[in-house]
């Protein structure tokens, strides 16, 4: 436990020490207030489940969500019917305050008959993030904590490098894990977000013909990763927002 909260403290402290860093004149409505959960699932029939979710509200509306969705692997799964629901908050309070007013643990059997609940986690933007769900890579970098202001800012420049390259829908946020157990406790999560899958191919099929503008961008990133521990796709939809 100590050796987990000192790299929470370690990783948070250069940020709040570097607020210059997250300075993003091209995305307005990126943010780095509030704060997101994320329930990861197994369910045999996803859209089975997203209906349900889509039916009934209540526990988004329980919790005082701002904002609430869903994201569905499509490939790198670790496990069949891989997916997650996510909930947007105002703030890291508000997200820890709002699993204490609805338990997915102990929710009707109708639900609990659709999925099976691994884990859940807190997650805090560190870079701006516009939530626009779509189409999103995600990955989970080992980064030392020294480097973590250095890497936010790579891929803040790496954002801007591909939306004035020729990619203006995309967008990448850097998340910081609060709570996650032995699954989430060593990692930055990543996602590189674009609105559909043709977007995101048309993206690497520019990279690999060597000529892509932005392809420096991309390069720099990779000097502060010390390693990749995952990488997969999703299929994210937002399906409540709150008043």
């Known amino acids: 436990m100590k050796k987990i909260s000192r790299l929470i403290l370690s990783l948070a402290l250069p940020l709040m020490l570097s607020p210059a860093v997250f300075a993003d004149d091209h995305a307005q409505e990126a943010t780095m207030k509030g704060s997101f959960t994320t329930i990861h699932l197994s369910a045999p029939d996803i859209g089975k ?17 701002t904002a609430g969705g869903y994201c569905q692997t499509m490939s790198g799964h670790d496990y069949p019917g891989q997916m997650m629901v996510w909930t947007g908050f105002s703030s890291i309070q508000a997200a820890m305050v709002g699993p204490t007013k609805y338990n997915p643990s102990t929710t009707t059997k109708r639900i609990s008959k ?12 560190i870079k701006p ?3 626009a769900p779509g189409y999103e890579r995600v990955q ?63 993206m690497f099929d520019e990279y690999f013909t060597g000529k892509a503008a932005w392809a420096g961008a991309y390069a720099a990133v ?10 997969n796709f999703e299929m994210c939809q937002q399906i409540y927002a709150g008043n």
């Open 140 to 202: 989970r970098f080992k980064v030392l904590p020294q480097n973590v202001p250095a890497f936010v800012a790579a891929m803040s420049d790496l954002e801007i490098a591909l939306q004035e390259g020729g990619h203006p829908t995309f967008s990448n946020g850097v998340f910081l894990p609060i709570g996650g157990g032995k699954h989430e406790s060593q990692t930055l999560m990543i996602r590189s977000v674009t609105p559909t899958p043709e977007l995101t191919g048309a």
């Open 49 to 65: 489940y997203v209906d349900a979710l889509k039916n009934d509200m209540s526990a988004f509306q329980a919790m005082d969500a």
């Open 222 to 231: 990779g000097q502060y990763i010390e390693s990749i521990e995952s990488d």
């Open 129 to 131: 993030f516009k939530l």
């Open 114 to 125: 659709l999925r099976d609940v691994k884990y859940a986690v807190t997650w805090k933007p």
